[in-house]
């Protein structure tokens, strides 16, 4: 046999046993208990966190759109090496670093 945790009365093998905050209680202390936590204000129920993104599409779309500057700015620089196009291609891609560092700033100024 077992005893309730709350009022030490034995719990007999036929009754049904209940468990309160890790704890086998009896049903006479469960439907007390219960009745105790629905009239208290103090409880609180955790439901767990939530995370809700808030970074903006247009800031996410600016990093896109200064990602694929860089990618390519620095394939046309590698493709056409010593020439004026060259250091064009890289002229781009730095724009595309500027726009790309900008937008993540942005986008943690105004969502952290």
């Not at 007999?12 to 209940?18: D, I, R, T, V």
């Not at 700015?73 to 590698?78: H, I, K, M, Q, T």
């Not at 781009?92 to 943690?108: E, M, N, S, T």
Request: aromatic share 10%; net charge negative.
């Amino acid at each position: 046999m077992e005893a309730c945790a709350n009022c030490e009365r034995d719990i007999g093998n036929l009754e049904q046993k209940f468990t309160h905050q890790d704890k086998i209680i009896c049903f006479d202390c469960k439907e007390l208990l219960s009745n105790q936590e629905h009239d208290s204000p103090s409880i609180v129920v955790d439901k767990g966190q939530v995370t809700i993104e808030k970074t903006a599409k247009k800031w996410k779309l600016l990093q896109l759109i200064g990602a694929i500057m860089i990618v390519f700015g620095l394939l046309g620089s590698c493709s056409y090496a010593n020439t004026d196009t060259s250091s064009n291609s890289l002229i781009f891609a730095l724009i595309g670093f500027v726009i790309y560092i900008c937008a993540r700033i942005y986008a943690w100024w105004y969502h952290g």
